[in-house]
């Protein structure tokens, strides 16, 4: 009878840790997901930071070339 028991809450617990890992897996790869997400996001936000800069620094450049032909 002891047994039994035991076999009995052994085989309960087992379910339990097993539906816990699954559900472990599917919270983690949600989370992950949404840091890409952000990450993307900030990954275009830098380049088009950069392009703006880029473009800004290449009108300047323009500008003082223009004014040393003029010299």
Same mark, same amino acid.
């Given at each position: 009878?002891?047994?039994?028991?035991?076999?009995?809450?052994?085989?309960?617990?087992?379910? &339990?840790?097993?539906?816990?890992?699954?559900? =472990?897996?599917?919270?983690?790869?949600?989370?992950?997901?949404?840091?890409?997400?952000?990450?993307?996001?900030?990954?275009? &936000?830098?380049?088009?930071?950069? =392009?703006?800069?880029?473009?800004?620094?290449?009108?300047?450049?323009?500008?003082?070339?223009?004014?040393?032909? =003029?010299?």
């Amino acid at each position: 009878m002891i047994l039994k028991i035991f076999i009995k809450k052994n085989e309960e617990r087992n379910e &339990k840790n097993k539906n816990i890992e699954k559900n =472990r897996g599917k919270k983690t790869e949600k989370k992950i997901e949404k840091y890409r997400k952000k990450w993307r996001k900030k990954r275009k &936000k830098k380049s088009k930071k950069w =392009r703006k800069k880029k473009k800004k620094y290449s009108k300047k450049r323009k500008k003082m070339w223009i004014k040393q032909r =003029r010299k």
